[in-house]
């Protein structure tokens, strides 16, 4: 199955605070959209739903993927919008940098999930 990677407005904000880092981003998205059930770590606890991957020396990039997270019943933690209506071969990249930064805000960027727009890489 093809996936398709759609990004949040902090996943904007993380681009160009990292300017640096977009390149090494945008292969690591194309690396991840190939089979991000089998790259992706589950992350557990507070942040259950959501996968991370590393960016690189201490980086790292947070993600939702929308067929894992129905077939684990995980709707009401993530809170996407219009989930039903999201193909389930849709990947939601939230936020990347330092790994520490990123479990400290990958939970306050999900609760921001409902009032998002998203938008398709081309």
């Known amino acids: 199955m093809a996936y398709v990677a759609r990004y949040t407005t902090d996943l904007k904000t993380c681009l160009e ?6 390149n090494k981003f945008e292969k ?65 990249f939230l936020l990347f940098g330092p790994h520490d930064l990123m479990y400290k805000t990958a939970a306050s960027s999900r609760k921001n999930l409902k009032g998002n727009e998203f938008d398709v890489f081309t």
């Open 28 to 92: 690591k998205k194309d690396y991840i959209l190939e089979n991000p059930l089998l790259l992706g770590e589950p992350l557990k606890h507070k942040l259950n739903g959501l996968r991370s991957f590393p960016l690189g020396s201490n980086f790292l990039i947070i993600f939702i993927v929308c067929d894992d997270c129905r077939r684990l019943k995980q709707k009401s933690i993530n809170g996407c919008p219009h989930c039903e209506q999201t193909p389930k071969n849709t990947v939601f």
């Open 17 to 22: 605070k990292y300017t640096h880092l977009k």
